[in-house]
């Protein structure tokens, strides 16, 4: 199959800056496709399909979790990426890495993490990524990590403290942290992820906030992003209402996504034409963002967000939840540094305890560290879990 011709100002997979550690061409297959099939095939990735987004894991089988997220991710970034010529693999490769750092739990189990490295360097979720496919996958005779292209690495680190920047800079001077010292975006394929996956987990929040019943078909009513999708359907089919409420979400739902893409397909390609920019490391050296929503998508995509923000992740049950699941990572991590023996073996002989304890809770998956929790302390957070 021909694949379209990508624009000038995207990353071409000829052109790649390469990998840390050089290796020969693998035909048919271009270096981003590459990278892709080394993401999908990693431990890492397979971790994801027990790790939740806004929901423990064992809630319900119909939730999102973060392997289903990512997925979500990559196929908007794709549609986006196709429209505007730009390389949709390398798209696909980010989307299915951008969690990969991901803790069990959320933001919970993130910020219950980084509570607890406050004095050993902190807890970034997008380093984290970025450390999995550099040093923690061990797949490869040869290197630690998949070795992937710097334009994947680029995308993973979406951000990155000065410290950890410096850091990371004084052993990569060339690196993706050099940005986050130095000013510059990401290429156009990493910006268009950034934004699908905001536009995906908006989305279905929405959608499992509604199946949790922690939201209200009612509560909708007043974002104005969603009445305005929920009246274009009902318009177009109004019997929906009565007959089939999973339907008339379902459908507004996808024809919110399907209008955000298109706008931010217009948008961006019209930041692209007014920047004049002519190649990726235009778009890198570029003041500003290329990838963008119109402003007034923008500020309903905002209003979206501080919407479920209020409703969903601040709802009493969700709270009373995550603040269990942060006493289960914190008791974890003092378990693991008060008994290193406690540790699996291979992780027992790595020099920095603290950051092997961080590395070993963060590939968790929700119902391996509430089992792990269990084994440790005798008791037991979440009853119904297990
Ligand atoms: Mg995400």
Known sequence: MNTPALAPWACHPGQTRGRRVPQPPSPPRHEHQRDRDRIVHSSAFRRLVYKTQVFINHEGDLFRTRLTHSLEVAQLGRSAARALQL??????????????????????????LHDCMQAHGGFE??????????RLEERYPEFDGLNLTFETREGVLKHCSRR?????????????????????????????????????????DVDDGLRSGLITGQQLQDVPLLAHWRAQVLHDF???????????????????LSAQVGDLVQATRAAVHAAQVQHADAVRAHSTPLATLSPALREQADALKSFL????????????????????????FSAYTQAPQELPEEHRQRPDLHRTVADYIAGMTDRFALREHHRLTGR?????AE
């Open 87 to 112: 390389n949709e693999d390398l798209v696909e490769a980010i989307a299915l890495a951008h969690d990969l750092g991901h803790t069990p739990f959320g933001h919970a189990g993130q910020d219950a």
């Open 125 to 134: 979720h997008n380093l984290q990524s970025l450390r999995v496919v550099d």
């Open 164 to 204: 950890n920047a410096q850091r990371l800079c004084a052993a990569e001077p060339q690196g993706p942290a050099l940005r986050f010292l130095q000013g510059g975006q990401p290429s156009l394929e990493a910006q268009l992820v950034n934004i699908a996956d905001e536009l995906a987990y908006s989305a279905h």
């Open 238 to 256: 109004p019997a929906l209402a009565a007959d089939s409420p999973r339907r008339l979400l379902a459908e507004s739902l996808r024809r919110m």
């Open 309 to 332: 923000f209020k409703a969903l992740y601040r709802h009493p049950q969700v709270t009373a939840m995550t603040d269990r699941a942060r006493q289960v990572v914190a008791e974890l």
């Open 380 to 384: 037991r957070l979440f009853p119904t």
